[in-house]
């Protein structure tokens, strides 16, 4: 399974990239806003950092755009910014529409806030590339993130769909080991989750008990 960045913060995809072995970043028009910058010097530094590689780094059209043409116009705008990025497009008949028009001009896309497995379908059929179910919202209301990841892969293998799927807002390390265990292709997590996901209390716990034991080994009683 891929890991992904969620995240538009120079800092934190450096340091992905880095130590994590960073196979792809996705930023949305909230991470976006957290840096506190226009959008179009984020999409400029980050487009600087991966440049001369393969990661694709997923960048969102304007959410409140309803008409295919413009999700289009606007797409092909932000791709041209950089050959790493992939288009974010939210779930709808038109984005849907768009994204199978933007595969047909050989752009790459995202379609996000994914919550059904028909709206996975519908995504595969328009030729997204990604899609990124929103598991951490659907546990919020209660739902199984888990199950909806395991379908929407089953229905894409039952079809022989290309479609990658990104297991999206993560809000712990049991969700990572879940979209694993679901065979999700790719998993996206903000750096706070991925720092909890390297870590646990017994690990710790065993850390110290070898290290009292390791001081004892260089001065034999
Ligand atoms: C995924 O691609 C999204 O950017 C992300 O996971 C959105 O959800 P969140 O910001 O609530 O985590």
């Known amino acids: 399974m891929k890991l992904f960045l969620d995240s538009a913060k120079v800092e934190e995809i450096q340091h992905a990239l880095e130590h994590w072995a ?3 970043v996705t930023t949305n028009p909230r991470h976006v806003a957290a840096t506190g910058k226009a959008a179009v010097e984020v999409y400029s530094e980050i487009a600087q950092l991966v440049q ?18 413009q999700i289009v116009q606007q797409g ?16 709808s008949e038109a984005g849907f529409r768009a994204i199978r028009e933007l595969k047909r001009r050989g752009v790459r896309t995202n379609a996000t806030l994914i919550f059904t497995v028909v709206q996975a379908w519908h995504a595969a059929r328009a ?8 598991v951490g919202w659907r546990e919020e209301f209660g739902d199984s993130g888990l199950e909806l990841l395991g379908q929407v892969r089953q229905m894409l293998d039952n079809f022989g769909y290309r479609s990658q799927i990104i297991a999206a807002a993560m809000r712990n390390p049991r969700q990572i080991a879940e979209a694993a265990l679901a065979g999700c ?3 996206t997590a903000g750096k706070a989750v991925y720092e909890q996901s390297f870590n646990n209390p017994f690990t710790d716990l065993g850390v110290r008990r070898f290290a009292e034991a390791y001081r004892r080994t260089l001065a034999p009683a």
């Open 127 to 134: 030729g997204a590339d990604y899609i990124s179910p929103f």
């Open 52 to 69: 001369g590689t393969d990661v694709p780094v997923s960048v969102e059209v304007d959410p409140e755009l309803d008409h295919w043409e």
């Open 22 to 24: 960073l196979d792809g």
């Open 185 to 187: 292709h790719c998993v």
């Open 76 to 91: 092909e705008e932000l791709a041209r910014l950089s050959p790493n990025f992939v288009i974010k497009v939210g779930a």
